[in-house]
């Protein structure tokens, strides 16, 4: 019923995740990886608008359930990858193989004692120059505590900014850089 819920809620979000997708700009030829890919409402805007370009997306997920549904709801997108993860620390931290990294509604989810090491991992998949774009309710983790973590990875701020989601309420966006 839970998942259920969240599947009907994801529907519900999408007109508000494009929103948050068009202010991030893409070009549409970007390599991004979706840290935490959920039931993939944000990965198909993602995938759709990377269609054009020729970018890809790489879905990451650490539960079976999502990964699977998600595979489901993408399956028509050919830019599409999948990663079901064990563990954060699968993610090579020198790979440097994204231009974006999306962490949308995931970090708040992740052990506090974890936090810094999967920033760690997640910057480590940035090419260099590369932005990591995080939004999180600001109910479950404080921006500082997201800065932070952003810090301890050698991540700069770009932009932030406080917004209000409907369901979710108030969200904290903000886009780090990795400096050259
Ligand atoms: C609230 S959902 C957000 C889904 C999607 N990003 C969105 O905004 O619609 C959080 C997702 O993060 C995933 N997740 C939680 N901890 C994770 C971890 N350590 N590594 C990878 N994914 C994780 C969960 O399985 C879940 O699919």
């Not at 993408?74 to 990294?101: C, M, T, W």
């Amino acid at each position: 019923m839970k998942f259920f819920f969240s599947v009907i809620t994801g529907q519900l979000l999408a007109a508000v995740y494009r929103d948050y997708i068009d202010r991030l700009n893409l070009h549409g030829n970007e390599r991004v990886m979706d840290f935490g890919s959920g039931g993939g409402t944000l990965a198909r805007i993602v995938a759709e608008r990377l269609l054009v370009g020729g970018g890809t997306l790489t879905c990451v997920d650490i539960s079976e359930r999502w990964m699977r549904l998600l595979q489901r709801r993408l399956k028509h997108f050919p830019n599409v990858r999948y990663y079901h993860l064990g563990h954060f620390s699968e993610l090579s931290p020198s790979a440097q193989s994204q231009d974006i990294v999306l962490v949308h509604f995931v970090l708040h989810l992740i052990p506090p004692e974890e936090r810094d090491d999967v920033m760690r991992h997640l910057a480590g998949q940035l090419i260099r120059n590369g932005r990591l774009c995080v939004r999180e309710p600001t109910a479950q983790i404080s921006l500082e505590e997201i800065d932070r973590h952003a810090m301890a990875a050698h991540l700069v701020q770009i932009e932030a900014a406080i917004s209000r989601m409907p369901l979710m309420g108030e969200t904290y966006e903000v886009v780090y850089c990795k400096p050259v």
